[in-house]
């Protein structure tokens, strides 16, 4: 089950790019909107097309959470497609492009955020 390894490891880099991500999305909103409490930013993150990007990163992750969350063992089936969505959600070349003209323009800016993505990259590699 060496994949299943592979898949945790991709949930746990997923789930830090999409906190930093979101860091950096509300401390943007904010500027402009000005400071919100932590509800109120949920329910942005929830309603507001502006985040709807983000969602990408928060239902793979609940995909992957409910994977393991399975008793029953995990199909080798569906921890292979889970991988190959992580690949595809990181890919520039795959998606949408509102997707990844965003994406791409946070890890211009935010170097913790490229260098998580190239440690995803790399954990899909092999």
Do not use: C
Not at 53 to 61: A, D
Not at 82 to 109: H, Q, R, T, W
Not at 110 to 124: R, T
């Amino acid at each position: 089950m060496e994949n299943v390894e592979k898949l945790r490891n991709l949930r746990n880099l997923l789930l830090k790019q999409h906190k930093l991500l979101i860091d950096r999305e509300r401390e943007s909103y904010e500027m402009l909107h000005g400071e919100l409490t932590p509800s109120a930013f949920l329910n942005q993150l929830i309603e507001n097309e502006d985040f709807a990007w983000l969602r990408k990163f928060s239902m793979l992750i609940v995909e992957v959470d409910e994977m393991f969350a399975q008793r029953d063992g995990y199909e080798t089936e569906m921890v292979d497609a889970l991988i190959a969505k992580v690949g595809e959600l990181v890919d520039p070349n795959i998606g949408d492009d509102s997707f990844n003209a965003k994406y791409d323009f946070s890890m211009s800016i935010l170097p913790e955020a490229a260098e998580v993505n190239e440690q995803l990259k790399a954990h899909l590699a092999h």
